[in-house]
Nanobody
């Protein structure tokens, strides 16, 4: 069974940092491109960042470019999202997912003063 379990969310002040993790199991992690997506209250899903299966390339959406970094450890089957310079508008539920595949349950990030 494919499982993706996110962790690392929480409450942080504007300008702060968080690192999200996503533990993957039940599939060959290194065969899949992965991404982070988020959903703010009352809004639709928005892609945040994507990484190649072998980690050789990454892309971030314009709202987070220069502040968020996606990475992966294929030996440990873990996907990461390093978030710096957090803004109020980054408040959302964050999900990791296989590109065009399974999505995890999410971890809540709340940016508030």
């Amino acid at each position: 069974e494919v499982q993706l379990v996110e962790s690392g969310g929480g409450l942080v002040q504007p300008g702060g940092s968080l690192t999200l993790s996503c533990a993957a199991s039940g599939f060959t992690f290194s065969n899949y491109a992965m991404r982070w997506v988020r959903q703010a209250p009352g809004k639709g899903l928005e892609w945040v960042a994507i990484i190649h299966a072998l980690g050789v390339s990454t892309y971030a959406s314009d709202p987070v470019k220069g502040r968020f970094t996606i990475s992966r450890d294929n030996a440990k089957n873990i996907l990461y999202l390093q978030m710096n310079g957090l803004k109020l508008e980054d408040t959302a539920m964050y999900y990791c997912e296989q590109v065009d595949g399974v999505r995890g349950q999410g971890t809540q990030v709340t940016v508030s003063s």
